[in-house]
């Protein structure tokens, strides 16, 4: 997941002014530190008479800069105002670069590399580095990896500076760095090396062999350094310990080559070829540079070369970025120092968006993935039931304990009591818990008996008993689903059962099925929290539900059941039936989330109570040691507090109002659910029995159709049966089937064949079990009938 903070900014471009030499005549230029916020440089040009001016005319140009450090500016401040601030967003996970741009000998290499003879010249790179290194041993919040590359490119070539392996003579020995473009337009550079740097020194060391290296490869002839861009990049990766997510950033300190113009190199043959190339290079810098300052421009040509390729994410893209402009400002230069200038005016108005790289690492996704392994092996263990057998510790057990009492206390409907894949543990706490439903200690008192006393407020004290009023029926009604569900596990057990001796396959199971799954949701709708409590309360609740009570005396047969669940399932009122469960769900979780908003705001009124007593006892101590001071001022603190309580009630009121309208709409909800119910079973058994008798007075197997009672829905139903589970167990023929053959009939009918040719011939293996068989035969027959009649 890459997060998208995302800084938006303009690139921050700077100016910085180079001492002058002894025998330099110094132009004529002010600088203006006082306009907020920007500084800005003023340079006057004399008008040469040779130009043709005859009077005395001055041009001035006036150019605006983050920031203007003039001569006598120190290192340390340069990089205080620059570079900090781009290394602390690399530290962040933002990419940055630092460039500086100018003519040679402005001072390029001395800002950004530094002086070679002072320890306080060292320039930007060397204290970025130790800043970085600083930073990341005060944090230990994260673990951070650090790499360095170092990068010249020249004549669109690039060649790796820190390639350990070569004695570099020439620029040409050292390793080529070539560009290579993904489908997703990421740069990526070949060859070129990451060097791990764990700490300053060693990062240092890097800095200088690849200086060392640039510098043995330049010759008089070439001079590379000026006309050679250099990236020094700085790679730091973060990551929290046990995230797979990872922060990865790059810090590009960019030394560009001399921006002086061809013109003014002014050399012939072989170097000019190469002059051309740096300008060209630059040039397409500065095309890209203009093309980003225009709106609207959609495409950006930094394919034209190899600096702005490995640049791009610099320039207008994901990074923050700072230019220095090194000026020169000697009476010779002060031209190239204008065009200097006037560069940096554009590249300042380019805006940069620098995201926060983020990326999960696919290695320590794996590992996460591994553990998450392991936990599913754990709980198929569970499942299939193999287990551990030795006892467990009395320090497990204490930890149980505890884990029990937390997952009782936690009000957190969310909340799970999560032991690991033990069945021993498992059981455990099935043990204990039932203990504490039993025999209620005092342990589980406290939990119920969080109020503190509120004798003071009587129609608080009223809304606390009706809370638990509450609380004891939803537990009531917490029971009776418990109660539902368990009797509708039996009645399943017991199909189960049958099944197993009919040997009978997915027909009868699919549909029971089904009608568990649905009957199973109905456990879902109260609230977990409330339950546990006064489990005795079972018995009293059975009476309630006529329903069940009366299904489920013991004389259901599989047949009776089955139909009865087919039945269920495509009658009208089932609808009703759902959608009042729904409606019940969303009460019951209203109902709870209520009850938890209730306690917490007695619990702030309790809070709000005791600041007040604390006010009192404050007060009290101040009339003792001063008696002077009167107790029975009113005090505007506690006067606060008091209407911050009244607050409180008010809506605690308001809530509990609620609350009782629920309660009245949850009860009626279940009464008018039990009057469907009922309605449903009557409308079933009068159609049931209305086919015992058909069947018993028709003497032959296949009766004629005219004689059944159906009703439409159960047509549909069965319909549904006979195409997908009856030609299920059809597939098996008699002939064919080996368990069958002596315990089975076979219900053949020709007429039928040719009507409904997939379940036309049906193998049914009897149970032996009268009832039961009688069931299934009935139900045989009510099916043929069925599909004659709509035939
Ligand atoms: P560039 O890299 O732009 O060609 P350099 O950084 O090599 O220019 O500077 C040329 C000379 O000027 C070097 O000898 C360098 O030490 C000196 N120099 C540049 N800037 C400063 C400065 N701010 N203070 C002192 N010396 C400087
Ligand atoms: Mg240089």
Redesign the pocket.
Known sequence: ARQTAMVKETIRVYA?V??LGRRQQAGSYSVDDEEDPLSSLEITVPRDLADGFINNKRETYKFKFQKIFDQEAKQDVVFDSIAKPVAECALAGYNGTIFAY?Q????????ITG?AERYSDRGIIPRTLSYIFDQLQKDSSKVYTTHVSYLEIYNECGYDLLDPRHEASRLEDLPKVTIMEDSDQNIHLKNLSLQQATNEEEALNLLFLGDTNRMIAETPMNQAS?RSHCIFTIHISSKEPGSATIRRSKLHLV?LA?SERVAKTGVGGHLLTEAKYINLSLHYLEQVIIALAEKNRSHIPYRNSMMTSVLRDSLGGNCMTAMIA?LTIDKRNIDESISTCRFAQRVALIKNEAVLNEEIDPRLMIVQLKKEIQDLKDELELVTGKQRTSELSQEELLQLDELIETFLKDNDPDSSLDVGADMRKIKYCFIHMKELVNHPTTSDKKLLSQDISEAEDPNKKSGEEELEKLKHLLQQRDNEINILVNMLKKEKKKAQDALFQLNATSACSTVLEQSLSINLEDRQSPSSSFSLKEAKDFSSSVHRLPFLSRQTGGKTSLGYQEAFEVFKQDHADSITIEDNKQLLKQRFAEVKCLGEKLNEVRGKINCLKGKITQRHIQRAALAVSSPSEELNTFDPVEEKLRMQIEEEKKSYKTMFSRFKGLKVEIEHLQLLMEKVKMKMQKDFEVWWSEEAKNLQEMPEMVTSPDTVTVYPQFIKSLQHLSAKSFSETTRVSPNEDPHGKNNSITFSNPTLKTRTPPSSSTSIPLTGDSQADADILAFIKARQRILQKKG
């Open positions: 910085r180079k001492p100018g040679t000998g402005s001072g390029k290499t001395f800002t002086g000026s030394d001399g090194t």
